[in-house]
């Protein structure tokens, strides 16, 4: 099972975290190009190890890492430890107040056909091999990807509560969240967490192409170690850790928009999508989340400023012909990506995880502006997906579609940074 173990951390100089908020960053898949812009301007911020900028090889970001490093910018704890870090935050419209409470450790990078880390979702060539780059020529976690252990009786919350008595850093980050990091180094309170993630497989919640990403580099590595141990640094890769559950762990859904499809009308895709779906115009279109939620196979369809429901006909389920179990194929991205991206739009299932002509976006509001702006073709509104869907998905063996959840609220790049390098773990 699950191989975790603490480490000792690359953290800004104390003068620097003072001001840690200064140098916070959003993770490599969700920071805009806005956002990025503004981060450079800070030279020390995080963004730079994270996301260089496009002029910069990953040999100048090894460069500016060392740079760092031999500047004191970065400076590495004496004594090995795991991280806590709680992120509070609200969502609109509701009165609770949650907290998501986990912990930043080592987790050794199990290949997928180990069961021990189990994914959920594909993953996009081209972002992982992007990934898998950086590493190798940084050999440094800049962020940590997110990973859920399943842990009913709740036993490590109250030793991850210890630690926040006297955080370290206290921060709110880009999304609004309050966040909070501890310290734990007490090597008895350590084996505690070590031992009861040992006995069982952890989900990865968020950071695939991250952690696809190590599993290349380690395979790699190994491949050209002779005297491979299994204890090299290349062997391991840094995670934030959350309990599934916890009553704070929230999924939000992800909507899908179209753009730069040839030889495509609102009368064709309505014609096409008649053949699978019940079709009712929506007159306020900005209610249509209410309208969709709750309802298996509903979703909210913009064409330009249009809006429509759409829900699967029953009937024409069993048409799903995708290899997935039973229980995958009831999802509703699955469904979504079936019936309306390969059947109404022709782009087939192979395709879709590369298609230039799939873009994803957790905003309503945003979606809903760009239809109206026309600015893509084509939004589709989806529905949240449950905790207990992801896990049916990761014990079944299967993925879903690109993007199918949103853990919110990201784990941040830049509290602490893991090394891999041997001299340096």
């Known amino acids: 099972m699950a191989v975790i173990k603490p480490f000792r951390g690359w953290r800004y100089a104390p003068e620097l975290t003072k001001q840690i908020s200064k140098f916070i960053s959003p993770p490599f898949d969700v920071v805009s190009l806005k956002q990025r812009m503004a981060l450079y301007q800070e030279p020390y911020n995080s963004i730079h190890l994270s996301v260089p900028k496009p002029e910069d090889s990953v ?92 842990d009913s009786e709740h036993r490590l919350e109250a030793l991850m509560d210890q630690s926040m008595e006297q955080p370290i850093y206290e921060a709110e980050d880009y999304q609004g969240v309050r966040d909070t990091f501890g310290i734990i180094t007490d090597p008895e309170v350590i084996q505690q967490f070590v031992d009861i993630l040992g006995n069982m497989p952890i989900i990865l919640a968020d950071g695939h192409h991250r952690y696809e990403g190590s599993l290349i580099h380690r395979r790699t590595q190994m491949q050209n170690n002779s005297n491979h141990t299994g204890e090299e640094g290349y062997n391991y890769h840094m995670m934030y850790l959350t309990n599934t559950e916890s009553e704070d762990l929230v999924i939000l859904p992800t909507h899908r928009l179209i753009s730069g499809l040839p030889n495509i009308s609102k009368e064709l895709i309505l014609g096409r999508a008649a053949d699978y779906f019940t079709i009712k115009p929506i007159e306020n279109a900005p209610d249509i989340r209410e309208i969709i939620a709750g309802k298996p196979w509903a979703f909210g369809l913009f064409i330009g400023s249009e809006c429509y429901k759409i829900r699967l006909k029953p009937e024409v389920f069993p048409m799903l012909d995708w290899d997935l179990h039973s229980d995958v194929k009831a999802l509703e991205t699955v469904v979504l990506h079936h019936f309306f991206i390969e059947k109404v739009l022709k782009i087939p299932q192979n395709e879709q995880s590369r298609s230039p002509h799939i873009h994803y976006d957790r905003s309503f509001a945003s979606c809903f502006a760009k239809a109206d702006r026309g600015e893509v073709q084509i939004v589709l509104i989806t529905n949240g997906i449950s905790i207990e869907e992801v896990k049916k998905v990761c014990y079944s063996g299967n993925v879903m579609p690109q993007k199918s959840t949103y853990f919110y609220p990201k784990a941040i790049g830049g509290f602490v940074f893991g090394s891999i390098r041997n001299d340096e773990l």
């Open 59 to 150: 040999q100048d970001t090894a460069q500016l890492l060392d740079q760092w490093k031999a500047d004191g910018i970065l400076q590495q704890d004496t004594t090995a430890a795991i991280y806590t870090y709680y992120q509070c935050f609200q969502l609109p419209g509701l009165p609770k107040f949650f907290c998501r409470k986990g912990f930043i450790a080592m987790i050794e990078a199990a290949f997928w056909e180990e069961n021990i880390v189990l994914r959920h979702e594909d993953t996009i060539p081209d972002s992982v091999n992007d990934r898998a780059n950086l590493l190798e020529a940084t050999q440094l976690h800049a962020s940590p990807t997110h990973g859920l252990y399943t």
